[in-house]
């Protein structure tokens, strides 16, 4: 018998849109691969412009998952249009959910590590940068009334100056 892990439905993809996903183990090494993989999609998908910032929040995202939520597995889904992208990241936690500007904040109980540690001061950084840098992001639980995962994601933008420098140098 082959058991296959359940996936949160694929967003709808816009117009041209393609959709990517990518299944890690949750270790120390997780955030680089997702970084990697979604910076290698945004350069081929020329989106180039937004390839510091969706580094970031990914970095940002898969991080919260490894250090605040005892899942297995992450899974990163990136969807790419013409002018815009959307990555989620999921785990199998849903009520470790993120709080931003709050440090190993979670709605789990005993979740997270960096509250009141002192160790980080930085800790709690992250979700305020993904909030800055994201036209939209959030979490959505996936399970209905029993929820058995979730995934926090953001979408990003290309602005018409992007757009406009894209085109010169073409």
């Not at 899942?71 to 959307?86: G, H, K, N, P």
Request: net charge negative.
């Amino acid at each position: 018998m082959v058991t296959t892990l359940p996936l949160p439905p694929a967003p709808p993809q816009p117009h041209g849109g393609e959709s990517y996903r990518l299944l890690l183990p949750n270790t120390a090494g997780a955030p680089k691969i997702a970084r990697d993989f979604v910076a290698s999609l945004l350069a081929v998908s020329r989106h180039l412009p937004l390839v510091d910032d969706a580094r970031l929040c990914v970095t940002e995202i898969v991080t919260n998952v490894h250090r605040h939520t005892g899942t297995d597995l992450i899974r990163v889904q990136a969807t790419v249009s013409r002018e815009l992208i959307t990555v989620f990241v999921s785990d199998d936690n849903p009520w470790a959910l993120p709080v931003p500007g709050v440090p190993g904040a979670s709605g789990a109980p005993g979740a997270g590590s960096g509250a009141g540690s002192g160790h980080e001061p930085e800790a709690g950084q992250g979700l305020l940068l993904v909030t800055r840098l994201a036209v939209a992001w959030g979490a959505t639980l996936y399970g209905g009334c029993a929820p058995t995962h979730k995934a926090v994601w953001f979408t990003l933008a290309r602005s018409a100056d992007a757009d406009a420098d894209a085109g010169a140098g073409a």
